[in-house]
């Protein structure tokens, strides 16, 4: 199982990236799917979690209103697309997999132990 994220670079504050993470080994309507992210010296977080029904999303909320997840379950990929852009949001981006029950996925979306996949990363930086 691969999960291949791209899309990252270098963006001033208040511009736009769309990362991309191309799944190969699973498929990707049976899972949830996750982005997170660390920034140096800093823990994991959760940014944002899709079901696979793609009936709900959850933001955290230092992104809400800014950045949106889809999926497009005939190219296995999943996209994030970043607007308003802040400094802060500067980390590596990591896309991740679930496949917990809804239940399950719905109360703990946020936890890393809920992902059983995960990508390399890919790295974003926003200078000011």
């Known amino acids: 199982v691969q999960l291949q994220a791209s899309g990252g670079g270098l963006v001033q504050a208040g511009g736009s990236l769309r990362l991309s993470c191309a799944a190969s080994g699973i498929a990707i309507s049976g899972y949830h799917m996750g982005w997170f992210r660390q920034a140096p010296g800093k823990e994991r977080e959760f940014v944002v979690g899709?079901?696979?029904?793609?009936?709900?999303?959850f933001y955290a909320d230092t992104v809400k209103g800014r950045f949106t997840i889809s999926r497009d379950n005939a190219r296995n990929t999943v996209y994030l697309q970043m607007n308003s852009l802040k400094p802060e949001d500067t980390a590596v981006y990591y896309c991740?997999?679930?496949?917990?029950?809804?239940?399950?996925?719905?109360?703990?979306?946020?936890?890393?132990?809920?992902?059983?996949?995960w990508g390399q990363g890919t790295q974003v930086t926003v200078s000011s």
């Open positions: 991740a997999a679930s496949r917990r029950t809804t239940s399950d996925y719905n109360r703990n979306y946020g936890d890393t132990n809920v992902y059983v996949y």
């Open positions: 899709h079901r696979r029904s793609a009936s709900n999303s």
